[in-house]
């Protein structure tokens, strides 16, 4: 049994077991964490220039964000070749759409906010790259077309925006040591799609018969365009 799943069936364990102090107020947090340094203020930008953007076109993974109508966040992983968000000029990105769950909370989102942010990652680089901005999602075939993989053009995509754009420090990622293969995690020591399925909602699966399925789409690139 991997120590998730003690964790999993502890009854004891509740995130809610207790209240903790909270800070409610910027002076309280200011009190703590000081103020940013006029260098790092400074590179605010509200568009992109020939230098940050090459953090966005030497990129193949994007986190997105987006706000629910209820109020809540969502965050949602974006991955292609590098280059796969094409900056169209300095204050406008093109982010194609692939196939994924159809759950389409950032498409859905959008059409009701359409506050963004994206965070973009290149591996093997600490810095990452920000942008914050506005969106709507787009269906035109034309400016999709230039996005294609193979024959497969996206049937829709995201229009994003910038109104700030700067990077990111790498304390993060040195702190994480996230580019470091030897503290890579192997995927057998978590739980399973299919486990944490039949966990949640469908308890008659079939776990060994849905992730052999599912690897196996995968492994022949079958969905991903």
């Known amino acids: 049994m991997r120590p998730c799943e003690r964790i999993a069936e502890s009854d004891q ?13 910027e002076t309280e947090l200011r009190a703590i964490i000081g103020e940013p340094t006029s260098l790092v203020r400074a590179k605010l930008a509200d568009r ?5 953007r090459q953090f966005i076109e ?31 000029d300095d204050r406008t990105l093109l982010l194609p759409e692939r196939p ?27 810095d990452t790259f920000r942008v914050n901005g506005t969106a709507y999602v787009t269906d035109d075939s034309g400016l999709l077309a230039d996005s294609a993989v193979g024959d497969r053009p996206p049937r829709l995509g995201i229009v994003v925006t910038v109104a700030e754009a700067y990077t990111q420090c790498p ?10 293969r030897e503290r890579h995690i192997d995927r057998s020591a978590l739980p399973t799609s299919g486990e944490i399925l039949r966990r949640i909602s469908v308890p008659d699966l079939d776990v060994a018969r849905h992730d052999r399925e599912r690897a196996a789409r995968y492994a022949a690139r079958q969905g991903l365009y």
């Open 171 to 180: 304390k993060a990622l040195i702190r994480a040591d996230l580019w470091n």
């Open 100 to 126: 994924g769950n159809r759950l389409a909370d950032t498409f859905t989102n959008l059409l009701r906010d359409p506050r963004i942010a994206l965070l973009f990652l290149i591996p093997g680089v600490g």
């Open 58 to 88: 030497l990129s193949p993974f994007a986190c997105v964000a987006t706000a629910r109508p209820d109020g809540g966040i969502d965050v949602s992983p974006r991955g292609d070749p590098p280059g796969f968000v094409r900056v169209l």
């Open 48 to 52: 992109l220039n020939e230098l940050t």
């Open 13 to 25: 364990y509740s995130p809610r077991m207790r209240e903790w102090r909270r800070i409610t107020a």
